[in-house]
């Protein structure tokens, strides 16, 4: 089983980016997927998380910007980034828990001022 992530990139301040995920190889649905970031010198945070109830988390720096959301199947995961700023710059990773924990290889997101 493993996650699979795709969407990064370079984009200008102020704008849009998405990102998605897809666990592959699993037969089990996982309980929480979600988004986590580590900025250059900085310790990995989470970003956004969902749980399979439909219930969504945000650090507070991104809420009202970013949405997290089901990327049509079941095991996978987008990351909708708005309004992006230089802050947002980083490695982004992939997250899944369930019967096992899960992480994705990472995709870099660069935000230019």
């Known amino acids: 089983v493993q996650l699979q992530a795709s969407g990064g990139g370079l984009v200008q301040a102020g704008g849009s980016r998405r990102l998605s995920c897809a666990a592959s190889g699993s037969s089990f649905s996982f309980n929480e997927m979600g988004w986590y970031r580590q900025a250059p010198g900085k310790q990995r945070e989470l970003v956004a998380r969902r749980f399979d109830s439909g219930l969504t988390d945000y650090v507070d720096a991104v809420k009202g910007r970013f949405t997290i959301s089901r990327d049509g199947a079941v095991n996978t995961v987008a990351l909708q980034m708005n309004s992006l700023t230089p802050d947002d710059t980083g490695v982004y990773y992939c997250?899944?828990?369930?019967?096992?924990?899960?992480w994705g290889k990472g995709t870099q997101v660069t935000v230019s001022s």
């Open positions: 997250h899944a828990r369930g019967r096992m924990e899960l």
